[in-house]
C-alpha cells in the first residue's frame, strides 16, 4: 500500500508540530513507522491522503459510534452553523442536551458541559476535593483520565504507549497526593483506606478500563470500591469518558447498576466535536460556581456546534444500535480469536459491547502487569500487517479497538479475512 503522501505530511508537519501530532499516541511511536495523514472517511472506511481505504476500528477514539457521515448528525451541525457558531451566552440546546444524559444516566441529576475529557475529569477531582475537604485521591495503574497534573500518575494511553511512568512537569508535591493501585483488587484499596482514613476525597475509576487495553471490571468489583469509599466518607467518580454512551444507553453504571456520586463524559457526549462533561447528585453539583464555591468555567463550553453533534449523536443511538453494536464486538472478536487460535497463536479478548481488546501470548488481561507482559512486538506485527491490508487498529497494544453501528457482517467478514492473513504472518516470522 502507497502512502507516500502521508509519510511527505508527516515530514512537514514535524517541523511546525513538536512530533507531527496534536495528540502523542497518533505518531505511531507504539508500533514504529509514519502515521496516516486522513482526507475523508464514510460509515465504517476511512480514507487517507493517498486515496487508499481502510476500516475503522478506532472512530476517533469512540465519538463516531454512529459511523462517520452519519447524515442527520452532519446537518445538524451545518444547520447550526448557518445561525451563529458560538455565543459564550446560554442557549436552549445545552438544557436539551443536559436533560438528554441526565434521563440516561440516572446517577447524573446535574450536569456541566466542559471541552474534553480531561477538562471534565480535572474539574470531578476538583469538586470531590472541595466537597470532602480532603486532598489525596486514589486512582488505578493504566487508567487515563486525561492530562491534568494531578492524574497523570501510573497513567494509561499514550502514556503507556510512550513508557513513561509519570511526566517531569507534575510537582512531586502535587503527585504525591495522587495514590495510585492496581486495578481489579479490592484488597489493596480496603488496605490504603486503613492508612488514610479519611484523608481520600475520591476514588476515580474506568469502570471498564479502555485505556490499558480493555478490561472490564471483575464480577462485584465496582459495587466493592462504592462500599470502601462510602464508608470512609469518600466519594466515587466513574470516569466513563469512553464508556459513556458506548457499553450501554446509560454508560457502564447502567450496565453492571451501580451508581457513581460523579460522572465525567467525553468523546460521545460531543458526537466527534470538542465536548466533555461532569456531573452527579444535585447537592454535590450544587458546590460548582455560580451557586457554589468551587470555581470551573469556560468560553467554549456549551458551544451550540457541539451540542448539536452531541444531541443528534445521542437520539440515534437507540436499544437497537446497541444490539447491532453488540453483536458485531462478538462477531468480530470471536472470529479473532478462532484465527488465531488455528493459526496456533496464544491469545486472549476482552470486550464489552462496543470495545474489545486482543491481547498476544497471554491467558487473561484483568490489570496493567497482564498487559505490560503481553506480547507487545507481536501485536505491532499484527498492527502492520493489518494496516496494509486496509483495516486501521488503534496503534498501540495498550488502546482499545471501537466499533460503530455501520460495521456489517460483510465490514466484519472482510476485516476477519485480513486477520487469518495477518495471523499467518505472524506464524512465519
Ligand atoms: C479519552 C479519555 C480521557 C481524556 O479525554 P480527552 O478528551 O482526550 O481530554 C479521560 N478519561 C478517559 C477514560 C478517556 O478515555
Redesign the pocket.
Known sequence: MNRKQSSALMQRACRTIPGGVN?PVRAFKGVGGDPVFFDHADGPYLYDVDGNQYIDYIGS??PMVLGHNHTPTIAAVQQQATKALGFGAPTEAEIELAETIVQRVPSMQQVRMVN??????MSAIRLARGFTGRDLILKFTG?????SDSLLVKAG?GVLTLGLPNSPGVPAELAARTLSLPFNNLDAVAQVFEQYPGEIACIIV?PVA??MGCIPPKPGYLQGLRDIAHKDGALIIF?????GFRVSPGGAQTLYDIEPDLT?L??IVGGGL?V?AFGGREEIMQYIAPVGPIYQAGTLSGNPLAMAAGLSTLRHLTTDAYQAIGAATDALVDGLVARAASAGLQVCENRVCGMFSLFFGIDEAAEYDDVAGSNIDQFNAFFHAMLDQGVYLAPSAFEAGFISATHTSEVIQTTLDAAEVAFSKLIAT
Open positions: 495528540s477514539w469512540g474534553s475529557g480531561t477538562e471534565a475529569t487508567c487515563y483520565h486525561g492530562h494511553s474506568e479502555g485505556n470516569d466513563e469518558v469512553m464508556t465525567t467525553g468523546k470538542p466533555g
